[in-house]
């Protein structure tokens, strides 16, 4: 949007009463109302002329630094709730890794990393797409067809991690794997964001 801090909008009636649960104040809730928009109504841009009876009492109501940044803390919490979900997650996947690790290596010595990875992951997937579900995008969307977007989601990304991973040491100069996995999950982790931001929650 050209202006998201516009004082003159037409609002849906079904959106002024989802509006009336929105909190904040002023140029944060502006925001907040967008957000709340997004996926559910199309926003349709009018150009207009401003005009003001007199340019020299014209002032903004708009305040730099505190209304910048309740905006942009209203923009960047999802993304901010987002790393601690999947840093916890990523927490939970090594706690599992190692607890099986330790219970397998004895009995199974040439699967028990296998079994330990592919468990570890189940539990992660479950746990991380419980907090994406309720507390990072509040989604509002079947949680069936959601979850197994997610799952399918998941699968690609832990496949595209291993494929690039691969050929980045055998093309590329780097030789240390985690050096080259830390690189490789930093650019699927975004883009992991993006997807489930606009197409599964």
Same mark, same amino acid.
């Given at each position: 949007m050209s202006d998201t801090q516009t004082g003159l909008r037409g609002i849906p009636r079904k959106l002024i009463e989802e509006g009336l649960k929105i909190e904040g104040e002023r140029f944060d809730y502006e925001?907040?109302?967008?957000?709340?928009a997004i996926g559910k109504y199309s926003i349709i841009e009018i150009p207009i002329d401003t005009i003001y009876d007199s340019e020299e009492k014209h002032q903004t109501h708009f305040k730099p630094i505190v209304d910048s940044f309740q905006i942009y803390r209203i923009l960047l919490r999802p993304f901010l709730k987002f790393?601690?979900?999947s840093s916890s997650a990523s927490l939970i996947d090594l706690t599992v890794f190692i607890f099986f690790c330790n219970l397998l290596k004895e009995e199974y010595p040439l699967y028990y990393i296998a079994i330990a990875t592919v468990a570890a992951r189940a +539990?992660?997937?479950v746990y991380n797409y419980g907090v994406n579900y309720k507390t990072v995008f509040n989604s509002k969307k079947s949680m069936f067809y959601s979850g197994m977007k997610y799952v399918i989601l998941a699968v690609i990304q832990m496949s595209l991690s291993a494929i690039f991973v691969t050929l980045l040491i055998k093309i590329t100069f780097i030789k240390m794997e985690i050096t080259v996995k830390i690189l490789?999950?930093? +650019?699927?982790?975004?883009v992991s964001y993006h997807i489930q931001k606009t197409s599964i929650f």
């Open positions: 925001m907040r109302m967008l957000i709340e790393i601690l979900s +539990v992660s997937i490789v999950d930093i +650019v699927l982790f975004f």
